[in-house]
């Protein structure tokens, strides 16, 4: 099994462990990391009732962005994790800032360690953060035993459409996508195809803290520069050769 700091890296887009510490420096403008928490508030709106009763479990939350604003929107209870300390420190500051600092639990650590000792939840969000629990059917049989009855399971991802010929080390076509999900117990109940808010923007700001981290650890240029082309890359498929999509799964 990977690390977690080599999940994260992943998780990240990156192949390499040494861009870990760093994240938190170059991701210090963004609060929503991929997912539109809009469009999650959404599909819970939709797909769940009795909205300050619901019990959600986000993992790899990021800083907070998603459980904040579904808190705030929903009155509901909401549990993050993740791997990255300043991330979950940022999380607790937000949901003291928005007032649902009662509402909200973060914590820090490897959710692949966590959700085996986890109870169920109504929802169970894993937004944009890759395989971490292995494929589709994989990452389904590992999230349904701990989803109640009713409950839903959000994952944000993206695929590559069955017409296209492009190739992507960690995703898969749309067809191979839902071979795996039929494979499980899990029925794909509903799908929202995203579009990427700002990316000129979130790339810009990338790019100018990557080069502020150059200047201050010269000797580490290479890294930065790595990441920064890597990033240009992934926005460039996001943008114009995947299907970006947050999907919904329930229980047959």
């Given amino acids: 099994m990977k690390t977690l700091n080599e999940s994260v890296a992943n998780a990240m887009d990156s192949q390499d462990v040494e861009i870990v510490p760093f994240l938190p420096y170059i991701l210090q403008d ?5 997912t539109p928490a809009e469009t999650v508030i959404n599909i819970v709106k939709k797909h769940c009732k009795d909205y300050s009763n619901l019990r959600v479990l986000d993992l790899g939350c990021g800083k907070g962005a998603i459980s ?14 993740d791997g990255i300390a300043e991330f979950i420190e940022t999380s607790k500051e937000k949901a003291n800032e928005y007032g649902v600092g009662g509402l909200c639990r973060f914590e820090t650590g490897d959710i692949r360690d ?3 000792t986890l109870e169920k939840f109504d929802v169970i969000v894993l937004a944009g ?9 994989e990452t389904l049989t590992t999230l349904s035993k701990h989803l109640t ?12 459409d069955d017409s296209s010929t ?8 749309h067809g191979e996508l839902l071979k795996q999900v039929e494979m499980s117990e899990i029925n794909l109940i509903d799908e929202h195809t995203t579009a990427l808010a700002d990316a000129t923007t979130e790339f810009e700001n990338l790019q100018k803290r990557c080069k502020e981290l150059s200047a201050k650890h010269p ?19 996001l943008e114009n050769e995947l299907v970006c999509s947050v999907i919904v799964f329930k229980k047959a």
Avoid at 30 to 34: L, P, R, T, V
Avoid at 68 to 81: Q, S
Avoid at 166 to 173: I, N, R, S, T, V
């Fill in 30 to 34: 963004f609060w929503e990391i991929g």
């Fill in 68 to 81: 904040v604003k579904l808190a705030v929107e929903l009155k509901c209870n909401c549990y993050g994790i």
């Fill in 114 to 116: 966590k959700i085996k």
């Fill in 129 to 137: 953060i890759g395989q971490v629990f292995g494929n589709y059917f």
């Fill in 149 to 160: 009855p009713q409950g839903i399971i959000i994952i944000d991802d993206a695929y590559i």
């Fill in 166 to 173: 492009f190739k992507h080390p960690a995703l898969l076509h």
């Fill in 219 to 237: 000797e580490k240029a290479a890294l930065f520069e790595s990441y920064t082309k890597t990033q240009a890359d992934e926005y460039d498929a």
